[in-house]
């Protein structure tokens, strides 16, 4: 057995033997060591957030103190969720290894079809309605962030020009 999935499906173990959450763990791996690891605590905290994935990108990203973690890979005991597989695309991980799939997971009564099912805009049992309001306000403070990151980009730059 792969060690890093060894470790990913021990910590499930502990989720779960905690009463912390579902049987799921996680480890993110850079350069052959383990840099975050977490384990499902959903149940533990009341906070549906805190999956195995989220713990340990989390843990991962203060451990180098930075979100890119590109050059890290994920190993988890279950298929990652729709939350888990945004957070993982936001902090830019390639290649996540896994043990249980989706069908694996819907038989221990964790289901995420219906979520795909909405985010595909597809009929689904999750009725929430998402309704824009504010939008010149809200755009106001996108221009500012581009303004602002327009800046950093000149000043880094400047920065660039002056070092060489």
Same mark, same amino acid.
């Given at each position: 057995m792969n060690k890093f999935m060894e470790k990913a499906i021990r910590l499930g173990e502990i989720a779960m033997n905690k009463n912390a959450g579902g049987p799921f763990g996680a480890v993110i791996v850079c350069k052959n060591k383990i840099v975050g690891q977490g384990?499902?605590?959903?149940?533990?905290?009341?906070?549906?957030?805190?999956?195995?994935?989220?713990?340990?990108?989390?843990?991962?990203?203060?451990?180098?103190?930075?979100?890119?973690?590109?050059?890290?890979?994920?190993?988890?005991?279950? #298929?990652?969720?729709?939350?888990?597989?945004?957070?993982?695309?936001?902090?830019?991980?390639?290649?996540?290894?896994?043990?249980?799939?989706?069908?694996?997971?819907?038989?221990?009564?964790?289901?995420?079809?219906?979520?795909? #099912?909405?985010?595909?805009?597809?009929?689904?049992?999750?009725?929430?309605?998402?309704? #824009?309001?504010?939008k010149d306000r809200g755009a106001n403070l996108y221009r500012k962030w581009k303004n602002k990151k327009c800046l950093i980009n000149r000043l880094i730059e400047l920065q660039h020009l002056t070092i060489v």
């Open positions: 384990y499902n605590k959903v149940i533990g905290t009341n906070d549906p957030t805190k999956h195995a994935e989220m713990v340990a990108i989390s843990n991962a990203s203060a451990k180098l103190k930075r979100f890119d973690l590109s050059d890290c890979v994920l190993y988890a005991s279950g #298929q990652p969720c729709p939350m888990c597989l945004a957070a993982i695309a936001w902090a830019r991980i390639k290649k996540v290894y896994y043990a249980n799939d989706y069908e694996s997971t819907r038989e221990i009564e964790f289901d995420d079809h219906d979520i795909y #099912q909405f985010i595909k805009g597809s009929p689904s049992k999750i009725n929430i309605k998402l309704i #824009q309001i504010d």
